[in-house]
């Protein structure tokens, strides 16, 4: 394995959340480096099945050879119709480790990392057009307000979208570094690289959509998984994290638990995770991505 390109979190743990059947059917939606879907087919039998997907064509430099093994190169949010085409209708179980991979934030080129000096780009799919330069660029000042306050939750997002339409007035910005520049004098004392952290992420969350394309997966997964069928899902900020709690505990994107005519619950998820499962700290000090992820698993009821 290619611990270069990801090294997998809380792996044991999602490995048993999944809870896997030898001959069942499981997707792992978010491929990367492929640590996740490996465990997984370590535990399945000659008639297991894995689907994984990444949207990120870069990650097929890990492919499996493996007759049990399909990958699929496309968004997780069209995780349905993909099945469909490979005649899959309801499935065992599904994991989702959401986020962007150690390559991804590691590789200068794709402008995730506020370490390097690299293309304002941001894109998870490099063959989308729209990347960070359109954003930053192109947004009119009251949508990259937005942008900051909601993805980032930056008190100060008014400030950074001013900075960055005076700034671009001059010129374009075109680097990450030209970025941090231009927002250098509103960094705040001692958390200066928190702030660049969240300036990129609400960028990052932007450019690639993400939680549309995370709500519409949790949605897609009642009419994919079985009853009895696992949803475990691994996410690194708040953001995420509480659409998937709210999800597992409701069946909607809103949280709402709805009741019957008894007052009985009415959801489709048997949460399995009352709290968030995180990762221990031996496996923090020698993977610090694992540090802020936060693990909830959910079963299909009958
Ligand atoms: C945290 S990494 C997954 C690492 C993987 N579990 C492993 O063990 O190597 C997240 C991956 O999901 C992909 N990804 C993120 N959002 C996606 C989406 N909406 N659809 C498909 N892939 C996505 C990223 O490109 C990235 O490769």
């Not at 087919?41 to 093994?69: M, V």
């Not at 927002?183 to 993400?210: C, D, G, S």
């Not at 709500?215 to 691994?234: A, D, F, I």
């Not at 610090?288 to 009958?302: E, N």
């Amino acid at each position: 394995m290619d611990t270069t390109y990801h090294i997998p979190v809380m792996l044991q743990q999602c490995i048993e959340g999944l809870n896997i059947k030898p001959d069942g059917v499981y997707a792992d939606v978010t491929f990367g480096g492929g640590g996740h879907s490996r465990a997984i087919l370590k535990q399945l039998g000659d008639n297991g099945k894995l689907y994984a997907f990444d949207r990120d064509a870069c990650s097929k430099c890990n492919l499996i050879k493996d007759s049990r093994f399909t990958f699929i190169e496309d968004n997780y949010s069209n995780l349905k119709s993909n099945l469909h085409m490979y005649r899959e209708i309801k499935i065992d179980g599904i994991l989702a480790d959401l986020g962007v991979s150690s390559y991804q934030i590691d590789e200068p080129l794709r402008g995730f990392s506020t370490r390097f000096d690299g293309t304002l780009d941001l894109r998870m799919d490099t063959k989308q057009a729209f990347s960070a330069l359109n954003l930053v660029n192109e947004y009119a000042e009251e949508a990259l307000v937005r942008v900051f306050k909601d993805y980032g939750e930056l008190k100060n997002a008014h400030r950074i979208a001013s900075s960055i339409i005076r700034q671009r007035e001059i010129k374009p910005l075109e680097t990450t570094f030209e970025l941090k520049n231009t927002l250098r004098h509103l960094t705040p004392e001692r958390t200066e690289n928190k702030f660049y952290a969240m300036v990129f992420q609400a960028l990052r969350i932007e450019v690639n959509n993400e939680l549309d394309s995370l709500r519409s997966m949790l949605l897609q997964t009642l009419e994919c998984l079985k009853e009895g069928g696992r949803l475990v899902v691994l996410s690194y900020h708040s953001l995420e994290d509480r659409l998937v709690k709210n999800f597992l505990r409701s069946g909607n994107l809103e949280g709402e638990e709805e009741k019957d005519f008894f007052g009985n619950k009415l959801t489709p998820f048997e949460v399995i995770t009352r709290k968030p499962v995180t990762a221990s700290d031996e496996e923090v000090e020698q993977n610090p991505r694992a540090r802020s992820a936060k693990l909830r698993i959910g079963q299909k009821r009958q």
